[in-house]
């Protein structure tokens, strides 16, 4: 149970919730497969699988939660060949022109039809809440996929007081400074071999740097050029590593030999256990990392955000 991204949201103001509250909640919502019609449909899964029918996994005061979407797969090229063959024999049999209209009709109905023998694509997404640190995070690799979880939790809930966090410095000067030594490093934080710099002129260049030495003559030629660093490749406390952008989007992130000799202490064989115990691990230490992180770039900016 290790999330590979992290897309974090800020809670504006306190936001209680226990586990039996959000069950309940999310079982007005909870996944049912596409009807023969249909060509998507989303809810709520157990995140632990087979293991458990819980739509909510609590632990330490987080609370881990599932979104499954089933989308049909219908190729474009396949319906247009379709209505194409379609409406070519319309035009031979009646001696006329078939009109945009007609072929988007045609298009609909082609589409219904072979709806209910079309191929299923199922993807799940996960994420946390934590109300204790006022945080949900999310395990998406886009902006987009994030903002999809979060919009069908508050429909669920009724009310989600949620935004991306905001810092008081631009992420890119930041991630910039601490290559170009105008921004002192934290002392919890090591630079990896991978960054993104782009010219900060409309359509300006970008250069992908992967397997260097960040500091080196060859990532300091493009700063030298006013270049900003947009995306950067770090290690936090030795113990876990991502690659960090400048809307704060964490990605490729992975946990550390520590955590994983931690995990091999449970029992192999329970694997429930195993579960929670990984979702207990992975929770305590992104509670360190992520205001870690924000306190690194400048600190938080909660200026939109309600006190207790």
Not at 35 to 47: A, D, F, L, T
Not at 102 to 115: A, S
Not at 192 to 213: W, Y
Request: charged share 30%; with cysteine; aromatic share 6%.
């Amino acid at each position: 149970m290790w999330f590979r991204n992290a897309r974090v949201f800020r809670f504006t103001k306190p936001f209680e919730i226990t586990a039996e509250t959000l069950e309940a909640q999310l079982q007005t919502e909870a996944f049912r497969p596409c009807g023969p019609q249909e060509s998507s449909r989303q809810g709520w899964v157990p995140p632990m699988g087979r293991h458990s029918d819980q739509l909510v996994h609590s632990s330490g005061g987080c609370f881990l939660i599932a979104l499954r979407k089933e989308e049909k797969l219908l190729p474009a090229s396949v319906v247009k060949e379709l209505v194409d063959e379609k409406a070519e024999a319309i035009e031979i049999e009646q001696a006329r022109k078939v009109r945009r209209k007609e072929r988007d009709e045609l298009k609909e109905e082609i589409t219904l039809e072979m709806l209910p023998r079309a191929f299923s694509k199922n993807r799940r997404c996960y994420a946390y809440l934590a109300p204790a640190d006022g945080v949900l995070v999310v395990d998406a690799g886009s902006a987009k996929q994030a903002e999809d979880l979060a919009s069908a939790l508050r429909k669920s809930v009724g009310s989600l007081p949620v935004r991306p966090p905001a810092v008081e410095q631009a992420p890119s000067f930041t991630f910039t400074g601490w290559l170009d030594h105008t921004i002192d490093l934290p002392s919890a934080i090591d630079l990896g071999t991978e960054c993104e710099l782009k010219d900060p002129s409309e359509d300006g260049a970008v250069v992908r740097c992967k397997g260097l030495d960040l500091r080196g003559d060859d990532v300091r030629t493009h700063l030298n050029a006013g270049m900003l660093v947009t995306r950067l490749a770090l290690t936090w406390d030795d113990n876990v590593s991502f690659v960090l952008d400048e809307e704060l989007g964490i990605k490729r992130l992975k946990f550390g030999e520590t955590l994983q000799e931690k995990l091999d202490d449970v029992d192999s064989d329970d694997a429930a256990a195993r579960f929670d115990a990984a979702f207990s691990l992975m929770t305590l230490e992104l509670s360190r990392l992520i205001p870690g992180l924000l306190e690194a770039l400048g600190g938080e900016d909660r200026s939109a955000i309600v006190a207790e």
